[in-house]
């Protein structure tokens, strides 16, 4: 036998494979891409509904937010008057609780001062009067600090200037003095 020389072409056969083969991964490619855009799209809207949720979430706390400032500026604006209110009304009860000492202390003022002393001008600074005034002489100023001394109403009284004033008399002197102002202790009426 003799031997035959066959020939077989295997290329157009390996070339239908290699085509069938790109045209398959071409087609897997091409599914990939697909599913691949089609997954970012969802993802992509999904992101968009959470973001949109979270705004409308931001915007709610917003107006709450704006409703409970303003619930906190009126309960300032009330804190502030209630304040202001509580203050008038102390005000008004020390002033009413304070009108029989005014009295008093006036009542006491004449009743300690002496013959021929006049008061210019008096002031009163916390617990102490500041007083300027004139008298006809020297003993008279000092007649005037010993009433005040004797007084249970007045404390500490002290002469700070003393200065000549011949308009009131050859001897009259223009004079200031302080002195401590003490409430006596309650009197059983």
């Known amino acids: 036998m003799r031997a035959v020389d066959l020939q077989i072409n295997l290329l ?3 070339q239908k494979r290699r085509e069938y083969q790109q045209r398959q991964f071409l087609n897997m490619l091409a599914l990939v891409a697909l599913v691949g855009g089609l997954l970012l799209i969802v993802w992509w809207q999904l992101q968009s509904s959470q973001i949109t949720k979270q705004e409308e979430r931001n915007a709610l706390l917003e107006r709450e937010i704006a409703v409970f400032e303003g619930r906190i500026n009126e309960i300032r604006a009330l804190t502030k008057k209630r304040k202001e209110l509580l203050d008038r009304m102390r005000v008004i009860q020390e002033l009413q609780g304070n009108r029989p000492v005014s009295v008093r202390l006036f009542d006491e003022m004449v009743r300690q001062l002496s013959d021929n002393v006049y008061f210019e ?3 009163l600074r916390q617990e102490r009067i500041d007083i300027t005034g004139v008298a006809e002489s020297n003993n008279r100023i000092s007649t005037q600090l ?3 001394t004797a007084s249970e109403w007045f404390d500490g009284a002290n002469v700070s200037k003393i200065d000549a004033y011949p308009a009131a008399g050859p001897e009259a ?4 003095l302080t002195v401590n102002l003490t409430l006596p202790e309650a009197e059983d009426e």
Request: proline share 8%; aromatic share 24%.
């Open 12 to 14: 157009p056969w390996r």
């Open 121 to 123: 001008k008096m002031s």
């Open 146 to 148: 010993r009433n005040f």
């Open 173 to 176: 002197g223009r004079f200031n």
